[in-house]
């Protein structure tokens, strides 16, 4: 079984650089795409991006100028950077494995406020 | 830019009452990357279908998908007290690569 956990701060400044991981357990992140997804409280799901386990990434045009994932095949990571973050990036941020077309797996969603 | 549009936004049902929901893209869609997902509150996402009718693990029978172009359907035939959630509907391939539909809530009547 495949489980996913987000780690990073809960609280990030406006303008700074929000930061998280997810640790892949249960099976090897290779050969797979692991992807971000958020969801500001009250509202829908949003898709951010993915990754590759060789490196390569697609991401959402929306965010895109802003947005880096990267994975770490030794540690069975994978990791989201978004800069420049203001209040409209508040979120439960989820990160999953993209499995063909759908999210099979997810982990359990960690909320990043952005708030000085 | 491509968009998945859910309805109703809300529907109120009773238990045991038949739930079917609605899932229409901007432009035709493979029916190989379509898929539903379940969210209860609190709780992440829970993939329900994929390939427009194909049951994931564990997904209960009375979970039914269809459709195909541009209109799909999730069916409940029977709700039981554990199927009142939010349901999205998600598509792959297209720009953004992955979209979410704005979800249905299913609500006890």
């Known amino acids: 079984q495949v489980q996913l956990q987000e780690s990073g701060p809960g609280l990030v400044k406006p303008s700074e650089t929000l930061s998280l991981t997810c640790t892949v357990s249960?099976?090897?992140?290779?050969?797979?795409?692991w992807s971000w997804i958020r969801q500001p409280p009250g509202k829908g799901l949003e898709w951010i991006g993915y990754?590759?386990?060789?490196?390569?990434?697609n991401y959402n045009p929306s965010l895109k100028s802003r947005v880096t994932i990267s994975v770490d095949r030794s540690r069975n990571q994978f990791s989201l950077k978004l800069t420049s973050v203001t209040a409209a990036d508040t979120a439960v941020y989820y990160c999953?494995?993209?499995?063909?077309?759908?999210?099979?797996?997810w982990g359990q969603g960690t909320l990043v406020t952005v708030s000085s | 830019e491509f968009v998945l549009t859910q309805s109703p936004g809300t529907l109120s049902l009773s238990p045991g009452e038949r739930a079917t929901l609605s899932c229409r893209a901007s432009?035709?869609?493979?029916?190989?990357?379509l898929a539903w997902y379940q969210q209860k509150p609190g709780q992440a996402p829970r993939l329900l279908i994929y390939?427009?009718?194909s049951r994931a693990t564990g997904t209960p029978d009375r979970f039914s998908g269809s459709g195909s172009g541009t209109d799909f359907t999730l069916t409940i035939s029977r709700l039981e007290p554990e199927d009142f959630a939010v349901y999205y509907c998600?598509?792959?391939?297209?720009?953004?690569?992955?979209?979410f539909g704005g979800g249905t809530k299913v609500e006890i009547k």
């Open positions: 999953a494995r993209l499995d063909g077309s759908s999210l099979d797996f």
């Open positions: 249960g099976r090897s992140i290779s050969p797979y795409y």
């Open positions: 990754v590759y386990s060789s490196g390569n990434t």
């Open positions: 432009q035709s869609v493979s029916s190989s990357y």
């Open positions: 390939g427009a009718s």
């Open positions: 998600q598509e792959y391939g297209n720009s953004p690569k992955l979209t």
